[in-house]
């Protein structure tokens, strides 16, 4: 089995940036993928556009991962800056399109102690064949008839303040799905056993891409069944579906 680095930084609100972290410098043979533009498909128009992130076609998706040098035989170490979304982004897409054989560099580049290379690398493209999952995704009018279903825990990965609704930096409204817990994908703590446990778990955060933090966290702890809520927050609250704050 060939392993195969794939460079995931990217910057919210700094369309390029990752691009110009790679270019300044990647570990060793590493491809890039870019969370705006190749990990996401384009923004619809609202009010129901699946939010700012929606997830990317298959064939999309197939051309991207072959030109990144994914495909059969090929074990995939996705990093980022360190948990900021990219990395666990690539991870889920992956899993989702029916590659198995992915992991992510825990601290990310970061952790990295060999050397960086800058510039452009000639990445070998290889054949991806999406097999897509239809057992890990949510859409907003499921999830609407579902909230309050016993056994359902609906986690929100997104920073506190965000998640009571005191702050909105992104999103024309503020708060949260009603009945969400709030589980920061950015904190350190263990993830609750009452997530851990729960019959069924849907996570979502701004636009379905931290989120991925938390799930990847939630199939290292025994529960890769968790679910994504693609659109989460930005696609919910531009629907005008219900939402909490405080």
Request: net charge negative; hydrophobic share 40%; with cysteine.
């Amino acid at each position: 089995m060939r392993y195969q680095f794939v460079d995931c930084r990217w910057e919210l609100g700094k369309d390029g940036r990752g691009r110009e972290l790679y270019l300044e410098g990647h570990i060793p043979g590493a491809s890039f993928l870019d969370v705006e533009h190749q990990l996401s498909a384009a923004p619809g128009s609202p009010p129901h556009h699946g939010g700012r992130h929606p997830l990317p076609a298959e064939g999309v998706f197939a051309r991207w991962a072959g030109a990144a040098g994914i495909g059969p035989g090929v074990f995939v170490v996705a990093y980022d800056q360190g948990a900021s979304g990219g990395a666990a982004r690539l991870w889920w897409l992956l899993r989702h399109f029916g590659h198995e054989e992915a992991a992510v560099l825990r601290g990310g580049i970061g952790a990295w102690a060999g050397p960086l290379r800058a510039g452009e690398e000639d990445v070998e493209h290889v054949q991806f064949v999406a097999r897509p999952r239809e057992d890990d995704t949510i859409e907003a009018d499921e999830l609407a008839g579902r909230l309050g279903e016993p056994g359902l825990v609906l986690v929100d990965a997104r920073a506190p303040e965000r998640y009571r609704g005191e702050v909105e930096p992104v999103d024309a409204v503020a708060g949260r799905i009603p009945g969400a817990v709030n589980v920061p994908y950015a904190a350190e703590d263990p993830l609750p056993p009452e997530v851990i446990e729960a019959e069924a778990i849907v996570a979502y955060c701004g636009s379905g891409v931290t989120a991925c933090v938390t799930l990847l966290e939630l199939a290292a702890a025994g529960r890769p069944d968790a679910k994504l809520y693609p659109g989460s927050w930005s696609d919910w609250s531009a629907r005008g579906l219900p939402a909490e704050r405080g």
